[in-house]
Nanobody, 123 residues
Framework: QVELVESGGGLVQTGDSLRLSCAAS????????MGWFRQAPGKERELVAA???????YYADSVKGRFTISRDNAKNTAYLQMNSLKPEDTAVYYC?????????????????WGQGTQVVVSS
């Protein structure tokens, strides 16, 4: 079982930037799709961005042009660079791994999860 540990969340103002990191245990990090989900109070968990082993990416429409997902396989780490943050980006952000190939949007398609990191964007 892989362990995923997120970091980088915090309280920022509208328009600020944050970079989230997700450190993974294990030696096969490069094989898998990594996703960043978020869950706001009272809302369902949603996929924000994902990157597969071939570096193909997916972004939710709400973050396109503002967020960038990347990975450093040598460091077993995935990143989410978040720019031009808005109050509606406030949520707990979760890193997740999909052990099968490709990018999928459903939470059920990801089998390992981090504990989450809180992002609060004040207006």
């Amino acid at each position: 079982q892989v362990e995923l540990v997120e970091s980088g969340g915090g309280l920022v103002q509208t328009g600020d930037s944050l970079r989230l990191s997700c450190a993974a245990s294990g030696r096969t990090f490069s094989w898998y799709t990594m996703g960043w989900f978020r869950q706001a109070p009272g809302k369902e968990r949603e996929l924000v961005a994902a990157i597969d082993s071939g570096l193909s990416t997916y972004y939710a429409d709400s973050v396109k042009g503002r967020f960038t997902i990347s990975r450093d396989n040598a460091k077993n780490t995935a990143y989410l660079q978040m720019n031009s943050l808005k109050p509606e980006d406030t949520a707990v952000y979760y890193c997740a791994r999909r052990s099968r190939g490709g990018i999928r949007l459903s939470v059920n398609e990801y089998d390992s999860w981090g504990q989450g990191t809180q992002v609060v964007v004040s207006s």
